[in-house]
């Protein structure tokens, strides 16, 4: 289960209960670490060999509602959406490294730290790997 950064919590409060408003991001750029972010962001982003973030726009298509699926409104009542489609990152060219978290930025590069979770069991990737991908519903975020 993801969680959700001090950037997003303090924007979507004030979006709610203040007089602010917070425009949706047009792209949720994934990313992976191979040291862990905290809700302030840091950690250390894998970079070279090829490493790019994966983008997976904000779209019903691209994401199941809390009723889990991609058609109609969210109208579950567990809170909890997931990735509709595969994330596949480019294949790497060099060793990556020991991956242990993902998270989902506004940008391929730079940008805002949106929500991050540790990856259930770390791993390594090396130069020559298959490129890493993360299949449907492995990536979720719950509202609670």
Not at 106 to 127: E, H, M, Q, R
């Amino acid at each position: 289960m993801a969680e959700a950064s001090d950037y997003l919590e303090n924007q979507l409060s004030d979006h709610i209960f203040r007089t602010a408003s917070f425009t949706k991001p047009t792209g949720l750029y994934y990313a992976l670490y191979t040291a862990s972010p905290g809700d302030a962001g840091g950690g250390t982003e894998v970079s070279g060999g090829s490493y790019a973030r994966v983008n997976l726009a904000p779209a019903d298509a691209n994401y199941k509602g809390t009723h889990g699926t991609t058609t109609g409104a969210s109208s579950g009542t567990g809170g909890q959406i997931s990735n509709a489609s595969a994330i596949t990152f480019p294949a790497p060219t060099a060793n990556w490294g020991t991956v242990t978290d993902m998270a989902v930025l506004d940008a391929s590069t730079g940008g805002n730290f949106l929500v991050y979770t540790p990856l259930t069991t770390s791993k390594t990737i090396n130069n020559g790997d298959a490129a890493p991908s993360f299949a449907v519903d492995a990536f979720t975020n719950t509202i609670a």
